[in-house]
């Protein structure tokens, strides 16, 4: 089974500054997608990223799927607290046999 | 848009007691999954299932069992509920077993 690493663990800054989070595998991705869960719901589908080198954009936010498609970053312009929540990546190598693999997440906090 | 819902937000069950966790999707999604969500620990899968009558274990099916009679209704049962049971379940559907995963809102159960 593949392990999906997340840095960092937590996060919490000021409304109006810019973060990076991470999510590093030791095995190549054949896809990776971001996922937000909000407190007390479900995560919810942000991105998928497929191809090396890929980037993709979803409004402040930009994702970035490494070249050897081991790593991959989300990075937030500005944040807002409506950014506030749980950001998974998860992986869907596996899938013939138990589907998606999820990191544990980083748990952003963004304060007013 | 896909919709994912699970029977209750919240349950209180007392040790002993079997529970049953009810998830229905309406976009006819051959796949379903169960996870718990434990702080540090992350989304572990516990049961998923590809087609109806048709199961799998996932990482943790210790002390759990489902059922899958019909295609947009997949059951979570705790035959005999424990204290470390006590967790947040979420529910999830997919069109493949690597793609995106449409999320209930989960039901956040205490066993006391």
């Known amino acids: 089974t593949q392990l999906l690493e997340q840095s960092p663990q937590f996060l919490s800054i000021q409304e109006g500054e810019n973060l990076t989070v991470y999510c590093n595998s030791s095995?190549?991705?054949?896809?990776l997608q971001w996922y937000r869960q909000e407190p007390g719901e479900g995560p919810v589908l942000l991105v998928t990223?497929?191809?090396?080198?890929e980037v993709k954009k979803l409004k402040r936010l930009t994702f970035q799927f490494g070249d050897a498609r081991k790593d991959s970053s989300l990075h937030i312009t500005a944040a807002q607290p409506g950014d506030t929540g749980l950001y998974l990546c998860?992986?869907?190598?596996?899938?013939?046999?138990?589907?998606?693999?999820f990191g544990k997440g980083t748990h952003l906090i963004i304060q007013p | 848009d896909v919709k994912v819902t699970q029977s209750s937000r919240y349950l209180v069950k007392r040790t002993g007691e079997k529970v049953f966790l009810e998830c229905v999707q309406d976009?006819?999604?051959?796949?379903m999954f169960w996870y718990r969500q434990d702080p540090g620990l992350g989304l572990r899968l516990i049961y998923f299932s590809y087609d109806v009558k048709m199961k799998e274990k996932g990482d943790i099916p210790e002390g759990y069992s489902v059922s899958r009679e019909k295609k947009e209704r997949f059951s979570l049962i705790l035959e005999s509920a424990s204290t470390n049971q006590t967790s947040m379940y979420l529910c999830a559907s997919s069109f493949g077993l690597g793609g995106t995963q449409y999320f209930g809102p989960g039901t956040r159960l205490l066993v006391l």
């Open positions: 095995s190549v991705f054949s896809s």
């Open positions: 998860a992986d869907g190598t596996g899938g013939g046999a138990d589907g998606l693999t």
């Open positions: 990223v497929v191809t090396g080198g």
């Open positions: 976009m006819d999604h051959e796949n």
